[in-house]
């Protein structure tokens, strides 16, 4: 009988698996079903889990929720324009312990803070998705590492 062997890895959680090709194809079957709700464990555990955080990307953290929204957006030359200043407050709500944002929580910081509205918010992410600045996930979305470092994050 001809042995196989599987890895996958989603965030935290890993599945090995070794046998016939033919139980191998069922356990991938049912891994594949469960990817979303894996995808959520994972992110709980790693929520939970304040050491996954890099040091520096905590220092990064602590430095951008010190401020403002206001003044983050002035000191990222964010605040005229849309796309920029859709980005940076969705980096600055990530900060504040966001894992996923949906465009109505940009809105609300915005207007929270006192803010001008923006005329499209969902122009807006569309725009950094674009760009690689922002991913999809779900009904919500988080800047990729590209959309930190067009801040020099």
């Known amino acids: 009988m001809e042995n196989a062997k599987i890895e996958i890895k989603i965030g935290e959680i890993l599945f090995i698996g070794e046998g016939s090709s033919t139980w191998l194809e069922k356990q991938l079957d049912k891994i594949l079903n469960k990817t979303d709700a894996l995808i959520k464990l994972s992110n709980s555990i790693n929520k939970k889990n304040d050491d996954s955080t890099t040091p520096s990307l905590k220092s990064l953290n602590n430095e951008i929720v ?76 988080f800047v990729t590492e590209e959309g930190r470092n067009s801040f020099g994050l």
Request: charged content about 25%; hydrophobic content about 35%; proline content about 1%.
């Open 66 to 141: 010190s401020q403002t929204l206001i003044a983050f957006l002035k000191s990222k030359n964010a605040a005229t324009n849309q796309t920029k200043k859709f980005l940076a407050t969705a980096l600055w709500l990530e900060a504040k312990g966001n894992d996923r944002i949906k465009t109505s929580e940009i809105s609300s910081a915005l207007k929270e803070a006192k803010q001008t509205k923006l005329g499209n918010p969902s122009d807006c992410l569309k725009n950094n998705i674009s760009k690689g600045f922002c991913q999809k996930d779900g009904d919500a979305f």
